[in-house]
């Protein structure tokens, strides 16, 4: 296993553990863009990290950064800067942490199924997606430059059970999304939330890469959902995303290719078409096929 | 790099009986994946195992009146690998150049082969199955297992071979490099023979994975 | 109180719990546990209803129930009235045992992978998975061998709670790394199951056959 030498990919904050996962007891090691770390808690709870060489001795220290419910690290040494997600500071919402899924996948593959709508009705049936209700209307997707940020807007799908608090109650209702891709390696959106008509709920995915092919997702939401037991929300989010991990760990090839040739995009793909142009232009070399290369 | 498919012999790939109408099939293929259907009209379909919209496999989709559907988009394909519907856009019209990479297949002896050649279908329903085995071994090593107990001749078309008697017909499916299927079909409908021989070839497949393990 | 299943949706032992259930078309109500991140299968409370730790448990009045294979007996006696899913034929019952036990120890390995790959729990993988293909080919013969008999069901003929308690972590097992390609029988078994009247799927088994 060796560290990969993609510049782009090493100068991210990326997730390596939600909270609890590491406690005064037990360290926790793990893989990160190929880099083995080992991650302790003191008695008060403080994470710190290392690097471990090819022997498993300690190396050197990480920086860790604790924020939207999800533990960063960074093996670069200017990384990009951690994305403002205000919603995570609103004093009314339910802070879920739903703990981390592992994923044989590119993270790319990752960031694009979240950013997709045309597959709620095959892959979340009856919960974000109605089976008679298919077609995916025109968005917009743009770049904002002042945050190197990849948005789409306007984005709307009916949906059966688009919450906990939605499912809970039996309504379908028409949801209205806005997506943003945060960094390479994390997406978020924000959707219409039942009973707040100006408020939305908020719903990130954080992605620490292992390996090319091989990742762990973090999911935390910042929700508005006066009604659902945390239990509840962490099944629905968890529901949703073991539905999309057949999809992911069966998409090949499986490092994302760039090449509109192999994979025909519609209307539909618009972020997923801006995305891979903004992946493009990163310069990113990891979790990319280069067919290019010939 | 990505392995190609070699198809200058037809492959056997599956038992015609164990494909059934509406069924869709994960086929490894000298390390390739394939997606083997059967339409509610009887006609099998191999194609390679990839959707052209986002790779997603089509072995894990569904029939769904006479097409395959992907699980991914539920992007429809009909029987000539065109796509005949992409959900998300109900009113449009797929491109003619969206289309699944498709594969020929025939049918004889009981069994579904992938080739080069001619789609064909051998209307001989004579040949009735006995079972599929999946073994950790090449197909010379499998063939030579099955020739204790099955009195193999020569390979005849579609590289099948047959007992003396013409009762028992075997093929080999090469997975990998490591790893191969063998299929096995006779004309006795008996089920007590076709249970007899379905037996040998599970204790062949223990043997040789006891020999992979001493 | 009327039937109450202690339970978690990604679950395969639940699973198999809420399809009889389904299947029976019994009302139940349901009570989420935290299985992951929480852990919560293994507080002092939870321990106190199942001293295993482990989930399905079921309450039906003043009657508690942990293990799936053993819940499964119980609600097809109590609430089949056409004792399809356990017969009363002793070699079918006894038939039917011999796979429940397959169930809730061989087939287990594929359980295994699955906790290992997706939520990351610490077990030899390797060696789980080559268990449970052991087990895969196991009953994939048993199906074999019963396609040549002109049957389709583990037992009988009709489904029964062997098939239901077979079912789920095979159908599952992709989630674990384990593929079906080497299985053809199993494969036309579970697209049988899949398309029983009021079969209903969960995550990591697609919605469609």
């Given at each position: 296993m060796t560290v990969t030498s993609d510049i782009v990919a090493l100068n991210q904050w990326l997730p390596v553990a939600y909270p609890g996962q590491v406690t005064s007891a037990k360290p926790h090691e793990t893989l990160l863009l190929g880099q083995p770390i080992r991650l302790t808690a003191a008695s008060d709870g403080t994470v710190t990290a290392v690097a471990l060489d090819a022997s498993g001795a300690p190396g050197r220290e990480l920086p860790i950064i604790e924020q939207f419910a999800v533990i960063f690290t960074t093996?670069?040494?200017?990384?990009r800067p951690m994305p403002i997600i205000e919603a995570f500071d609103e004093p009314d919402r339910r802070i879920v942490n739903c703990g981390s899924v592992g994923v044989h996948a590119s993270p790319f593959r990752i960031v694009e199924n979240f950013l997709d709508m045309a597959h709620f009705c095959f892959v979340h049936t009856d919960i974000?997606?109605?089976?008679?209700?298919?077609e995916v209307l025109s968005y917009k997707t743009e770049h904002r430059q002042d945050v190197d940020e990849i948005w789409a807007t306007g984005c709307q799908f009916f949906q059966p059970a688009a919450s906990p608090a939605a499912a809970k109650a039996g309504e379908g209702q028409m949801t209205d999304y806005t997506y943003r891709v945060l960094s390479p390696f994390g997406v978020m959106l924000y959707k219409s939330a039942l009973g707040y008509a100006d408020r939305l709920d908020a719903i990130c995915l954080f992605i620490q890469p292992k390996t090319e092919t091989e990742c762990i997702g973090y999911m935390p939401m910042a929700l508005l959902d006066d009604t659902s037991s945390n239990t509840g929300m962490i099944d629905f989010q968890q529901t949703i995303f073991l539905q999309d991990r057949i999809i992911l760990e069966n998409q090949r090839p499986k490092l994302l290719p760039l090449t509109p040739r192999s994979e025909m995009p519609t209307r539909a793909d618009l972020s997923s078409v801006a995305f891979r142009r903004w992946l493009k232009d990163s310069g990113m070399k990891f979790g990319l096929l280069h067919e290019e290369a010939a | 790099m990505e392995p190609i498919l070699e198809l200058t012999e037809p492959h056997a790939i599956a038992l015609c009986d164990n494909i059934k109408p509406g069924g869709v099939h994960p086929i490894q293929l000298q390390d390739v994946e394939l997606v083997l259907w059967r339409d509610y009209a009887g006609q099998a379909h191999v194609w390679?195992?990839?959707?052209?919209?986002?790779?997603?496999?089509?072995?894990f989709g569904f029939v769904k009146e006479n097409r395959l559907t992907?699980?991914?988009?539920?992007w429809e394909y009909g029987s000539d690998g065109?796509?005949?519907?992409i959900p998300a856009h109900p009113e449009v019209t797929p491109?003619?150049?969206?289309c699944a990479d498709i594969l020929n297949v025939s049918e004889s002896y009981g069994m579904v082969f992938v080739s080069a050649g001619e789609n064909t279908v051998e209307t001989n329903t004579e040949w009735v199955s006995v079972r599929s085995i999946f073994l950790e071994c090449d197909g010379a090593q499998a063939l030579a297992g099955i020739a204790e107990f099955v009195e193999i001749t020569e390979a005849q078309e579609n590289q099948v071979y047959l007992n003396k008697s013409n009762t028992v017909a075997v093929a080999v499916q090469p997975c990998s490099r490591t790893s191969c299927a063998i299929h096995l079909s006779t004309r006795s409908t008996d089920p007590t023979a076709r249970l007899a021989l379905a037996k040998r070839m599970v204790a062949l497949r223990r043997k040789i994975n006891q020999g992979l393990r001493t | 109180m009327g039937l109450t299943l202690h339970n978690y949706t990604l679950s395969g032992s639940c699973y198999k719990v809420r399809l009889l259930l389904e299947f029976l078309q019994i009302d139940y109500h349901t009570i989420s546990v935290?299985?992951?991140?929480?852990?919560?299968?293994?507080t002092p409370e939870f321990l106190a209803l199942n001293p295993l730790g482990q989930i399905p448990v079921l309450e039906d009045g003043e009657l508690q129930l942990r293990d799936a294979q053993a819940i499964l007996c119980y609600l097809a006696r109590k609430y089949?009235?056409?004792?399809?899913?356990?017969?009363?034929?002793p070699a079918a019952f006894g038939q039917i045992m011999m796979w429940l036990a397959f169930a809730g120890n061989e087939l287990m390995a594929a359980s295994a992978a699955r906790l290992h790959d997706v939520?990351?729990?610490?077990?030899?993988v390797e060696n789980a998975r080559a268990q449970a293909q052991s087990a895969f080919a196991i009953l994939d013969d048993h199906l074999a061998e019963r396609e040549i008999l002109?049957?389709?069901?583990?037992?009988?003929e009709a489904p029964t709670i062997a098939d239901i308690a077979c079912f789920p972590y095979i159908a599952l097992s992709g989630d674990g790394g384990?593929?079906?390609?080497?299985y053809p029988y199993l494969r036309n078994w579970m697209r049988a199951f899949r398309k029983l009247p009021r079969f209903h799927a969960m995550s990591g088994i697609p919605e469609f056959a």
């Amino acid at each position: 296993m060796t560290v990969t030498s993609d510049i782009v990919a090493l100068n991210q904050w990326l997730p390596v553990a939600y909270p609890g996962q590491v406690t005064s007891a037990k360290p926790h090691e793990t893989l990160l863009l190929g880099q083995p770390i080992r991650l302790t808690a003191a008695s008060d709870g403080t994470v710190t990290a290392v690097a471990l060489d090819a022997s498993g001795a300690p190396g050197r220290e990480l920086p860790i950064i604790e924020q939207f419910a999800v533990i960063f690290t960074t093996l670069g040494d200017s990384p990009r800067p951690m994305p403002i997600i205000e919603a995570f500071d609103e004093p009314d919402r339910r802070i879920v942490n739903c703990g981390s899924v592992g994923v044989h996948a590119s993270p790319f593959r990752i960031v694009e199924n979240f950013l997709d709508m045309a597959h709620f009705c095959f892959v979340h049936t009856d919960i974000l997606g109605a089976k008679n209700e298919t077609e995916v209307l025109s968005y917009k997707t743009e770049h904002r430059q002042d945050v190197d940020e990849i948005w789409a807007t306007g984005c709307q799908f009916f949906q059966p059970a688009a919450s906990p608090a939605a499912a809970k109650a039996g309504e379908g209702q028409m949801t209205d999304y806005t997506y943003r891709v945060l960094s390479p390696f994390g997406v978020m959106l924000y959707k219409s939330a039942l009973g707040y008509a100006d408020r939305l709920d908020a719903i990130c995915l954080f992605i620490q890469p292992k390996t090319e092919t091989e990742c762990i997702g973090y999911m935390p939401m910042a929700l508005l959902d006066d009604t659902s037991s945390n239990t509840g929300m962490i099944d629905f989010q968890q529901t949703i995303f073991l539905q999309d991990r057949i999809i992911l760990e069966n998409q090949r090839p499986k490092l994302l290719p760039l090449t509109p040739r192999s994979e025909m995009p519609t209307r539909a793909d618009l972020s997923s078409v801006a995305f891979r142009r903004w992946l493009k232009d990163s310069g990113m070399k990891f979790g990319l096929l280069h067919e290019e290369a010939a | 790099m990505e392995p190609i498919l070699e198809l200058t012999e037809p492959h056997a790939i599956a038992l015609c009986d164990n494909i059934k109408p509406g069924g869709v099939h994960p086929i490894q293929l000298q390390d390739v994946e394939l997606v083997l259907w059967r339409d509610y009209a009887g006609q099998a379909h191999v194609w390679h195992d990839r959707c052209p919209h986002r790779g997603m496999r089509l072995s894990f989709g569904f029939v769904k009146e006479n097409r395959l559907t992907c699980l991914y988009h539920g992007w429809e394909y009909g029987s000539d690998g065109g796509c005949r519907k992409i959900p998300a856009h109900p009113e449009v019209t797929p491109p003619k150049t969206l289309c699944a990479d498709i594969l020929n297949v025939s049918e004889s002896y009981g069994m579904v082969f992938v080739s080069a050649g001619e789609n064909t279908v051998e209307t001989n329903t004579e040949w009735v199955s006995v079972r599929s085995i999946f073994l950790e071994c090449d197909g010379a090593q499998a063939l030579a297992g099955i020739a204790e107990f099955v009195e193999i001749t020569e390979a005849q078309e579609n590289q099948v071979y047959l007992n003396k008697s013409n009762t028992v017909a075997v093929a080999v499916q090469p997975c990998s490099r490591t790893s191969c299927a063998i299929h096995l079909s006779t004309r006795s409908t008996d089920p007590t023979a076709r249970l007899a021989l379905a037996k040998r070839m599970v204790a062949l497949r223990r043997k040789i994975n006891q020999g992979l393990r001493t | 109180m009327g039937l109450t299943l202690h339970n978690y949706t990604l679950s395969g032992s639940c699973y198999k719990v809420r399809l009889l259930l389904e299947f029976l078309q019994i009302d139940y109500h349901t009570i989420s546990v935290d299985f992951f991140p929480g852990k919560e299968h293994k507080t002092p409370e939870f321990l106190a209803l199942n001293p295993l730790g482990q989930i399905p448990v079921l309450e039906d009045g003043e009657l508690q129930l942990r293990d799936a294979q053993a819940i499964l007996c119980y609600l097809a006696r109590k609430y089949d009235t056409s004792a399809q899913y356990l017969p009363d034929d002793p070699a079918a019952f006894g038939q039917i045992m011999m796979w429940l036990a397959f169930a809730g120890n061989e087939l287990m390995a594929a359980s295994a992978a699955r906790l290992h790959d997706v939520l990351g729990y610490a077990l030899n993988v390797e060696n789980a998975r080559a268990q449970a293909q052991s087990a895969f080919a196991i009953l994939d013969d048993h199906l074999a061998e019963r396609e040549i008999l002109g049957k389709i069901w583990i037992v009988g003929e009709a489904p029964t709670i062997a098939d239901i308690a077979c079912f789920p972590y095979i159908a599952l097992s992709g989630d674990g790394g384990i593929g079906h390609e080497p299985y053809p029988y199993l494969r036309n078994w579970m697209r049988a199951f899949r398309k029983l009247p009021r079969f209903h799927a969960m995550s990591g088994i697609p919605e469609f056959a």
